[in-house]
């Protein structure tokens, strides 16, 4: 009989022990996992926290950017001025690495890849959310 309640006294500790353990396994794997990082912002927020300096609300072309730099492209005709195919590619390709500059004056246009990555500590995923979200913002645009 004494043999008996160790016996059950040892299989309550050990399904103890499991549950137990098992908890903690939980709260050490959510412990080590990164931070949520919030969803990405979408395109409409990033456009006008980080383009509508330059390319105006309306992505006309008309922001309060100063002298020297020269007047950004009406980006409502993107689709217009590639015979009715908005140039998402293209538009990405801009977002993320800027365009070629001058051989003098000041860059024109940001390289959004770089800055994310850098200056925000995004990855790379992170980094191509965030420019689809302002490609397909920039498509949905489009003059009609």
Known sequence: MLTRAICNAFAV?????LFIGLHAA??????KAPAARA??????????KHCAVCHGNDLKGVGPA?????VPPDLTKLAQ????KFPGAYVADVLRNGVT?????????PTWGMDFREMHGLDKKQVDLRIANLTNYIKSRQAK
Do not use: C
């Not at 500790?13 to 022990?17: K, M, R």
């Open 13 to 17: 500790s050990l399904v103890l022990g």
């Open 26 to 31: 939980q709260q050490d794997q959510t412990g």
């Open 39 to 48: 969803e990405s912002p979408s395109g409409a927020e990033l456009y006008i």
């Open 66 to 70: 100063p002298a020297p730099y020269r």
């Open 81 to 84: 001025r590639h015979n009715g």
């Open 101 to 109: 500059l001058p051989a003098h004056g000041p860059a024109q246009m």
